[in-house]
């Protein structure tokens, strides 16, 4: 009688979980976290502003500027049969919808929800993982400012590997892989950018 040996293949982004391995390190402006930072932190909030002279509804450019994008999580299972013993690779899935952009609006202030996917090296530089996205986004205009705070933020892997699918949990963003973190800032900003040129009638 043959063994079955079932390889267990690790989520890419678990492969840097080893925390020892990855030093702590000052965090960018505007980052709020909890542990270390790059060690063992996670991004819980980002907060930016821009210079604004609003020619524009900010609700409306809160709902046209956002990403709201239905995201897919994906994973695989192993079952052994009860009766017979035998292993059964079961795939695994589920897919999170977008919910409306706009959540919130008045003449000063509007919140919305972003939900987007990214692609970023792994850990170790080796490969693309492809990652999703999802956060409240607030905006508010003070004077000739307009401040953003980007909460609830959350952050799984597309492909879990054998960890089976993933889902948005409200768990923050990971800091102690850097492309991951960065990309997470990156869109953050991006969506903070396009919000402002709508405000500021640019994007006409």
Not at 12 to 33: D, M, N, Q, R, W
Not at 65 to 77: E, K, M, Y
Not at 186 to 202: H, K, M, S, V
Request: neutral net charge; contains cysteine; charged residues 20%.
């Amino acid at each position: 009688m043959k063994k079955v040996i079932i390889p267990f293949i690790a989520s890419t982004i678990l492969a840097g979980c080893a925390t020892g391995s990855f030093e702590a390190k000052e965090a960018p402006e505007g980052v709020g976290y909890t542990g270390i930072y790059g060690k063992d932190g996670i991004m819980t909030s980002y907060r930016t502003s821009r210079k604004v002279q609003p020619k524009a509804d900010l609700g409306v450019c809160i709902a046209s500027n956002i990403s709201a994008s239905d995201v897919s999580f994906s994973g695989t299972q192993y079952s052994r049969g009860a009766l017979t013993g035998n292993v059964y690779k079961l795939n695994d899935s589920n897919t999170e919808q977008a919910k409306g952009a706009l959540t919130a609006s008045s003449e000063s202030m509007a919140m919305g929800v972003e939900q987007t996917t990214r692609v970023a090296k792994d850990s170790f530089g080796l490969m693309n993982l492809t990652y999703n996205l999802k956060h409240n986004v607030t905006a508010k205009i003070d004077g000739s400012s307009l401040k953003f705070k980007f909460d609830r933020l959350n952050f799984n892997q597309a492909n879990s590997g054998s960890l089976g699918a993933g889902s948005f949990k409200d768990n923050g963003v990971v800091t102690w892989i850097p492309s991951i973190v960065d990309g997470a800032i990156e869109q953050y900003n991006e969506t903070a950018d396009r919000i402002t040129l709508c405000l500021n009638g640019d994007d006409f």
